[in-house]
């Protein structure tokens, strides 16, 4: 699985747009862009993921450049319980075999009142 | 939505007892999967499963093992506990591409 790189913490002030960046320069054609995030004392929770166009679901978006080299987590209107460790992954999609996910460092968000 | 149920929130063992970590899911997921996790470490893959008595281990299985004796559970079993063995133990379960769901983990002392 291709490595990543992120910021090792960011900060947002609160309402605005939290952008998180991903670098994945090695990434392979079949694979995908994955992000969880992890609130203190808690289990990482699943946000989204893709392949090579843009994503949106109920908590995040997810851009990734035409060479999918990196990618962009958007929170559009971050609160105070966005605060988290932000992991971005990058694996191959798997059918049916298990495929285990491998977390970097993550990037600390802190939403700021 | 997708449940990952750990036992125990919070656990307290004492050194060379054997320990047992349970983990249901309710969606008939295929794959299952355990992590520690400790300060600086991140999450590492201890055993991995991806069917009903099928299991494959993960970077660190040494001092481990797991079963899966039915599709919706998946123990990790501490045959017997020591104190680097310490950490918070999380669950994970996943449907083939789809993210995976995690539980809230258990955290261990050992004494």
């Known amino acids: 699985d291709a490595k990543t790189t992120q910021p090792t913490s960011m900060d947002c002030a609160e309402g605005r747009a939290a952008n998180l960046p991903c670098n994945h320069s090695?990434?392979?054609?079949?694979?995908?862009v994955y992000w969880y995030r992890q609130i203190h004392s808690q289990g990482p929770q699943y946000i989204i993921h893709?392949?090579?166009n843009n994503e949106t679901n109920e908590m995040a978006s997810l851009i990734i450049t035409e060479d999918r080299k990196s990618s962009t987590l958007i929170l559009p209107h971050a609160t105070l319980r966005d605060t988290a460790v932000y992991y971005c992954i990058v694996r191959v999609g798997f059918r049916g075999s298990a495929r285990q996910l491998t977390f970097g460092s993550g990037t600390q968000l802190t939403v700021l009142p | 939505d997708v449940k990952v149920t750990q036992s125990s929130r919070y656990l307290v063992k004492r050194t060379g007892e054997k320990v047992f970590l349970e983990c249901v899911q309710d969606?008939?997921?295929?794959?299952m999967f355990w992590y520690r996790q400790d300060p600086g470490l991140g999450l590492r893959l201890i055993y991995f499963s991806y069917d009903v008595k099928m299991k494959e281990k993960g970077d660190i299985p040494e001092g481990y093992s797991v079963s899966r004796e039915k599709k919706e559970r998946f123990s990790l079993i501490l045959e017997s506990a020591s104190t680097n063995q310490t950490s918070m133990y999380l669950c994970a379960s996943s449907e083939r591409a789809d993210g995976y769901t995690f539980g809230s983990g258990t955290r261990l002392t050992v004494v």
């Open positions: 969606m008939d997921h295929e794959n």
């Open positions: 893709g392949l090579k």
């Open positions: 090695t990434i392979s054609g079949n694979e995908y």
